[in-house]
Nanobody, 123 residues
Framework: QVQLVESGGGLVQAGGSLRLSCAAS????????MGWYRQAPGKQRELVAT???????NYADSVKGRFTISRDNAKNTVYLQMNSLKPEDTAVYYC?????????????????WGQGTQVTVSS
């Protein structure tokens, strides 16, 4: 019922920038929060940044001051502006949404994930 599609990943040199986008579509009633997570080879998936419906943001210590999360409510889209990229930022980045859908007149709140987009930072 819900799809999250990420875009904007790619290869960039250390110190460069990338902007990730994630668009949610489907039978969405409301979106409570959206965020970005990442997973590097051999490591667990970790929180990068989140943003709630009221605009409150949260960042991992490793990206504070370099990454900025934002949203466009009209488009059900969340963005992640990544500046001053480092090789250790290399990972698959996943979009996450905490939202409510409508199925047969019933509201259901759940957590959804995108397929991920690769970010590679070279040195």
């Amino acid at each position: 019922q819900v799809q999250l599609v990420e875009s904007g990943g790619g290869l960039v040199q250390a110190g460069g920038s990338l902007r990730l986008s994630c668009a949610a579509s489907g039978r969405i009633f409301s979106i409570d929060a959206m965020g970005w997570y990442r997973q590097a080879p051999g490591k667990q998936r970790e929180l990068v940044a989140t943003i709630t419906s009221d605009g409150s943001t949260n960042y991992a210590d490793s990206v504070k001051g370099r990454f900025t999360i934002s949203r466009d409510n009209a488009k059900n889209t969340v963005y992640l502006q990544m500046n001053s990229l480092k090789p250790e930022d290399t990972a698959v980045y996943y979009c996450n949404a905490d939202l409510t859908i409508v199925v047969m007149f019933t509201r259901t709140r759940d957590d959804y994930w995108g397929q991920g987009t690769q970010v590679t930072v070279s040195s």
